[in-house]
């Protein structure tokens, strides 16, 4: 009796972890199918929440008039190139490695030119009496 339930709870332990695989396969980003494999959903994510950040960044920097008109214009083109080349890079449902090192070189470039526009100390068309650059 004490061999069957040894048998049986080894064949338990079997199944258990066999079917714990099958479903970390099947899971999207761990593995599965036409994913990216581990992590895959993290890199997107990674990528997706910088570029959020620099849109408001963007838009914050314009509003205050810290980015003049044709600053703000090309930070945004940037970005735009930017959600281009993001899409274009997930066609194949995944973020190969280097697509995601482009795609971090990328955002990082346009993250360090729109600090460098918005504190180069020209005044964009919004700055009005709240610019902290008037009185020099």
Same mark, same amino acid.
């Given at each position: 009796m004490k061999?069957?339930? /040894?048998?049986?709870? /080894? +064949? #338990?332990?079997?199944? +258990?972890?066999?079917? /714990? /695989? *099958?479903?970390?396969? #099947? =899971?999207? *980003? !761990?593995?599965?199918? *036409?994913? *990216?494999?581990?992590? !895959?959903?993290?890199? +997107?994510? @990674? +990528?997706? $929440? $910088?570029?959020?950040? &620099? &849109? $408001?960044? @963007? $838009? =914050?920097a314009a509003r205050q008039g810290r980015l003049t008109r044709g600053e703000a214009r090309r930070v945004r083109f940037q970005l735009s190139h930017i959600r281009h080349v993001r899409a274009r890079s997930l066609r194949d449902r995944r973020l190969s490695p280097g697509e995601f090192q482009h795609l971090r070189r990328l955002l990082d470039r346009n993250s360090h030119r729109i600090a460098r526009f918005a504190n180069n100390r020209r005044i964009g068309p919004r700055a009005g009496s709240l610019s902290r650059y008037n009185g020099f």
């Open positions: 061999f069957q339930a /040894a048998a049986f709870a /080894a +064949v #338990a332990a079997a199944l +258990v972890t066999l079917g /714990a /695989a *099958g479903a970390a396969e #099947a =899971r999207p *980003g !761990h593995g599965g199918p *036409g994913w *990216g494999g581990p992590g !895959h959903f993290h890199k +997107v994510a @990674i +990528v997706n $929440r $910088r570029i959020a950040n &620099q &849109q $408001r960044r @963007i $838009r =914050r």
